[in-house]
């Protein structure tokens, strides 16, 4: 056999086996991962929809997921708004949480990030950051309060805290939910979700 | 072919042919993950688990590949193996895995594996290429711990997420940013090249 016939052969060969090892190995794993990813997501939703105890998922498009939240007796309890965007590393991907009268954010959470270690991930503190983001007012845009006050109470309800050294995470972090406060009233104003009796002011 | 004792063959990867310290091989996962000791420890064993099972093939299949496409089939096979392992972690440690980012699959290109296979598994038999690639991992998670138990200990007060720094200890933000990892390596470097001059000298 000539070398370049059988370099061709073993190549393949080991091309072929690990493919096919690895097809297996995929089909075993892809039911667990799915699941973990699905988990991740309603275990945020219960978090920044209090007394959530189910989840509808009523939208979808790139980068945006609407779901409602239900209590244990199927009324709703708010909605649960899913947005990636862009932080200062890599993308951010989070998840807040409004009433059903679409007024007030409840709560936020972050469920993927890539920032600094020790500075922009402080996103991801509850203390130093993500506190701040409870019963906020949702009317219209929220804005930053650069130095950052002491206390919740010490801010305004449209305000949301700084994180000292990471103005910029934190600026994203807002700007993502100011972009998907929006969406999520032009898609409820539009009609395109069955949302009961809302007035979206 | 080596003809080292196989205790001789498995130690040598823990000091004197330590992959981190003496060959400076593996440095970027060495430098990324290290924040903190689990994400180090992970890596560790998932280095261990591709190195492992790579050295075994290799050492195996090692007189069916033309010498001219060996790398090629080196990378295929490591690359399958990383794979796995990536699947594993995404399926069974998923926060582990998130925390870890993209160097899971990075392992496909650290040297460390690579060069095993070159230096060692394409020219040694299973077991003696299977005794190199546990003292080799051993080494490397040894370099692993010490640089993230170093790091997270300065940088965030903790040691596998406990707290054992007092109230008084305020957290060296820099020992966790990428900085951080490569000051601890260079003081780590002098420390075993210190080490190796003054067993020389003796």
Known sequence: MSLSSRMIIVLTTVGLISGGFLAGVAQLTKERISLNIQKEIEEAIVEVIPGTTQNKKLYQEEDFTIYSGQDESGSTTGYAVQATGIGFQDKITLMFGIDDSLKRITRITIIDQKETPGLGAKITDWNAFLQFWEDRDASGQLTLRKPPAGSLEDLLPSEINTITGATISSQKVLEIVNLSLEKLKKIISEGKIAVEGHDVN | ?202
Do not use: H
């Open chain 2, 1 to 202: 072919m080596s003809t080292k004792s196989i205790g001789a063959e498995y130690l040598k990867g823990l000091w004197d042919e330590n992959p981190v310290f003496r060959q400076l091989l593996g440095m970027c996962p060495t430098l990324a993950v290290t924040g903190t000791v689990i994400t180090g420890l992970a890596m560790g064993l998932a280095t261990t688990f591709v190195l492992i099972f790579s050295s075994l093939v290799v050492s195996s299949i090692k007189k069916l590949i033309p010498a001219q496409v060996r790398i090629a089939s080196y990378i295929v096979v490591i690359a399958s193996f990383v794979t796995i392992a990536d699947q594993f972690l995404k399926a069974y440690f998923y926060p582990i895995s998130k925390a870890m980012g993209p160097y899971v699959p990075l392992i496909v290109v650290n040297c460390i594996i690579l060069g095993r296979q070159e230096a060692f598994a394409s020219k040694n038999s299973a077991g003696r290429s299977l005794i190199d690639a546990l003292g080799m991992s051993s080494g490397f998670i040894l370099a692993l711990l010490v640089l993230s138990t170093i790091r997270e200990i300065l940088g965030a007060g903790t040691f596998l997420g406990y707290q054992i720094m007092g109230a008084w200890f305020k957290p060296w933000t820099i020992m966790i940013l990428p900085a951080g990892a490569f000051l601890t390596l260079g003081v780590l470097l002098g420390i075993a090249l210190a080490i190796e001059r003054k067993t020389m000298r003796n």
